[in-house]
């Protein structure tokens, strides 16, 4: 289905420079002009690329949800299993990569929820929220930089932390609201 809210800007694109590159995040400073004031207008980009969020279900109805310490914030945070598709990879094969990675566990159904840009007026930051089902204990392969705790959540209280504003990130949250009105309405 053609989307007709989001099209193309036609904003001329005048000069861009890479500001800062880290292993993760490029920072681009742009100066586009608007064709219909004639203001240049400056940006600031960060380029960070495609990520994947993966709900994993249960048999028993609970989530595999992780704590994880979020330097940004200063707070460790309960969120789902998520990370950076890699370059050629598709993105349900990235989210099953980072399922298994992060939980131990592997998906044997994976179907895709929804697609969110969580900081749209800086980043190009896309992230596809998965649903995993069919579960399979194997073993986590975190990276060295990787704290991670897994726990398991039962949906129930899942969505009291989602109601009570417990859970505070827009991937939990997006993903949280797609499941408790599409997959699973109680």
Known sequence: M??????????E??????????KR???????YKNPRT?????????????????????????FIMIKEP????????????????????????????ELEEETGYRAGKIKKLRV??????????????????DLIKTHRHLDTTEDIEVIKVPIKEAKEMLDKGIIKTS???IGLL???????KQ
Not at 2 to 11: F, Q, V
Not at 25 to 31: G, K, N
Not at 178 to 184: A, K, L, P, R, T
């Open 2 to 11: 053609e989307n007709k809210y989001y099209e193309k800007i036609d904003y």
């Open 13 to 22: 694109l005048l000069d861009e420079k890479v500001a800062y590159k880290g």
């Open 25 to 31: 995040i490029t920072v681009e400073e742009l100066h």
């Open 38 to 62: 004639n203001q240049i207008l400056y940006r600031e980009h960060v380029l960070a690329g495609h990520a994947a969020v993966i709900i994993p279900e249960t048999e028993d109805k609970q």
């Open 70 to 97: 979020r330097t940004p914030i200063g707070k460790t945070v309960i969120a789902f299993p998520a990370g950076m598709i890699e370059d050629g990879e598709n993105e349900e094969a990235g989210a099953i990569r």
């Open 116 to 133: 969110a840009y969580p900081a749209i007026g800086y980043s190009n930051e896309r992230v596809t929220i998965f649903l995993a089902k």
């Open 171 to 173: 991937s939990e949250e």
């Open 178 to 184: 797609h499941y408790f009105m599409y997959e699973n």
